[in-house]
């Protein structure tokens, strides 16, 4: 998933992203959990959350037993990464934190794995803007929100959230909608462009 907000340490608007879909039974209990705190709770959360502690807990989370020993292969296999990219007043999220076998998560480990999403929200009291790469994106934001109903996805579709932020879908940019043409460079360009007229205006 991918989302797009205005963000927390440098007092300035800024932006995160998400990803596809699931079970609609568990999707409910999700919400309901993440809404009334009984998952933050769980996951020993306080008020004096900060984003440096929700990275130290997900670092060291070791709930979701399949996702763990495939993130510990995966980073096996790439220990050197360095990509050179920055990024500037954006922050980058995400639905299920450890990258799953397939791109594939099940529900219960989107479930387990939300209450980081909403803990990292309620840490950038900047947010503006969400833009979610994907419907799963979209789905999970919906999740943490409580948002009734939940918002249609498209790409270049925007909604407003409850508490007035704002959201931009689009594709993901995995290599199934690139290679495919389905999303393209420039349309993607328009996302992010559009995202900064949202956080401008
Ligand atoms: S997916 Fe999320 S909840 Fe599951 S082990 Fe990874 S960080 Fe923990």
Redesign the pocket.
């Known amino acids: 998933m991918r989302i797009f907000t205005r963000a927390h340490y440098h007092a300035e608007r800024r932006v995160i992203p998400s990803e596809a879909k699931e079970s609609r039974v568990n999707d409910s209990r999700a919400s309901s959990d993440v809404q009334t705190g009984e998952i933050p709770r769980r996951l020993g959360m306080t008020s004096e959350d900060s984003l440096a502690q929700v990275t130290a807990d ?1 670092v060291n ?4 037993p399949r ?2 020993a495939w ?1 510990e292969q995966v980073g096996r296999e790439n220990e050197h990464r360095d990509d050179g990219l920055a990024l500037t007043d954006a922050y980058i999220s995400a639905c ?3 990258a ?1 076998p397939d791109n594939k ?1 099940l529900p219960v ?1 989107r479930v ?2 939300l209450p ?1 999403l909403k803990r990292e929200l309620d840490q950038l009291p900047n947010l503006k803007v969400v833009v979610c790469l994907g419907a799963y994106a979209l789905e999970g934001l919906a999740l943490v929100y409580g948002a009734r109903p939940r918002p249609r996805f498209g790409h270049a579709l925007e909604h407003t959230l409850p508490d007035g932020n704002r959201v931009l879908c689009s594709f993901h940019p995995s290599q199934q909608n690139t290679f495919t043409g389905k999303l393209t460079v420039p349309m993607f360009d328009a996302i992010f462009a559009r995202a900064r007229q949202l956080i401008t205006t």
């Open positions: 997900i989370c070791f709930k979701c996702l763990v993130r299920v934190r450890c799953p998560p480990e387990t794995c980081y």
